[in-house]
């Protein structure tokens, strides 16, 4: 389990392999912590750490994780959001979330609204049914508050921390996104749908 609050970036440092893909991330912030057999949230995507040297971890990435994610397109030299899992008994600053992605979508639109930066995404695929406006969403694993939904797009507005602590702020129109839908809701969703688990 992860909040969506984005602990730092890591940068990548090499792919490699074709089916299961081994992913391996510059990570300068202090991670000693974080022992193989661990789940980190990278670009929001819920991996186990494969490998851990200093300043540096390995992660495999399954054919399932490239299919539904954006991970597949990342190449050396691009910078990722980076999570560790959650500890229970400490603050919840974000929102809980699972790392499983919904769906991936595109960056349709940035602009400025005063102090805020505001990105216009469009969902990939089925029409994102149980978002909501004021609702929580995660891009690329940033925990986020949707401020409008008309159809398959949102908008989400970016604060300056957010800014400066993620990757969002460097993104551009046309960039896939790792999007995942608040897990209550989405619970709340099937029950209302099949009145079961």
């Not at 940035?110 to 089925?126: I, M, N, S």
Request: glycine fraction near 14%.
């Amino acid at each position: 389990m992860f909040t969506g609050i984005v602990e730092g970036t890591g940068r990548i440092a090499a792919v490699s392999g074709r089916e299961t893909v081994r992913l391996t991330v510059e990570a300068p912030e202090p991670w000693g912590d974080v022992r193989v057999g661990a789940s980190v949230a990278v670009d929001g995507v819920c991996l186990t750490v494969a490998a851990c040297e200093t300043e540096r971890l390995a992660f495999d990435v399954i054919p399932e994780t490239l299919r539904r994610t954006t991970l597949g397109e990342r190449r050396p030299g691009e910078r990722l959001n980076l999570e560790r899992a959650m500890r229970l008994g400490d603050r919840v600053d974000g929102h809980l979330v699972q790392g499983h992605i919904d769906r991936t979508g595109i960056l349709m639109g940035v602009r400025r609204e005063g102090g805020d930066v505001v990105l216009t995404v469009r969902a990939e695929g089925d029409a994102p049914a149980g978002w909501i406006g004021k609702g929580s969403i995660t891009v690329d694993g940033v925990s986020l508050t949707v401020a409008r939904v008309q159809g398959l797009e949102f908008d989400v507005c970016l604060v300056p921390e957010t800014l400066r602590r993620t990757t969002l702020g460097g993104h551009a129109p046309g960039r896939r996104v790792n999007l995942e839908s608040d897990m209550l809701g989405q619970w709340v969703r099937h029950w209302m749908a099949y009145g079961r688990a």
